[in-house]
């Protein structure tokens, strides 16, 4: 059983760029959420994508999209970037969409803005 | 505001003790809860979780405990061992979709041998 995948492990990038995270999901998993875990606290939800569709969102700004394609595979992208949205980015994956399907995680994506 | 308070940001235990990591929350509506073990480089992985219809769930040497009405859950780790060491997080959600689950900041817990 192949686990939740997230490339690239880490990413710098400028202040007012654009960036793409990806994620993989465990195998037979069709739910895909991602979280932002800042530096001492714990994550924080910023989307949730079943069956293509985004299933919840967080309290994040539209500049934060993503994407689920057919295979659940899943894409965080953020525009213009700001020094606050340094953190490590984690995707998770489970099956279906209750809380009885814990969520999967991958290691997650350190991204730093500068 | 945090919804979820985890007032330890540390924890030593020896090994073979009792391991009680506690939990507060704010939101009255939060039914559903979820502790999650993190090592250094990796996801954060599910422990264990307890719905508000229970007051106990149970898990081999995981127990989580939930006081509803106190807004206040505990997990209990019975022995502690060094690979237990780790920083543990409980996390809360109003429904049953598992969504929007918000977490605690974590508890870093070391286990000395």
């Known amino acids: 059983e192949t686990g939740v995948t997230q490339s690239p492990t880490h990413l710098i990038k400028t202040r007012g760029q654009q960036v793409t995270l990806r994620c993989s999901s465990q195998s037979g998993h069709n739910t895909v959420s991602w979280y932002q875990q800042a530096l001492g606290q714990g994550p924080q939800f910023i989307f949730q994508y079943y069956r293509e569709e985004e299933n919840g969102r967080g309290n994040f700004p539209p500049r934060f999209s993503g994407l689920q394609f057919p295979n659940y595979s899943s894409e965080l992208n953020v525009n213009a970037l700001e020094l606050d949205d340094s953190a490590l980015y984690l995707c998770a994956s489970s099956f279906g969409s209750s809380y009885n399907s814990p969520l999967h995680f991958g290691n997650g994506t350190r991204l730093t803005v500068t | 505001d945090q919804q979820v308070k985890q007032n330890s940001p540390s924890l030593s235990v020896q090994e073979g003790r009792i391991s009680i990591l506690n939990c507060d929350y704010t939101?009255?509506?939060?039914?559903?809860f979820l502790w999650y073990k993190k090592y250094p480089a990796e996801g954060p992985t599910f422990l264990i979780s307890i719905s508000s219809i229970k007051d106990k769930n149970e898990d081999g040497r995981f127990t989580v405990f939930l006081n509803k009405s106190a807004k206040h859950l505990s997990l209990h780790i019975v022995p502690s061992q060094p690979g237990d060491s780790a920083v543990y997080f409980c996390?809360?959600?109003?429904?049953?979709?598992?969504?929007?689950?918000?977490f605690g900041p974590g508890t870093r817990l070391s286990v000395l041998p």
């Open positions: 996390a809360a959600s109003e429904d049953n979709y598992g969504q929007n689950f918000v």
């Open positions: 939101n009255s509506m939060f039914d559903y």
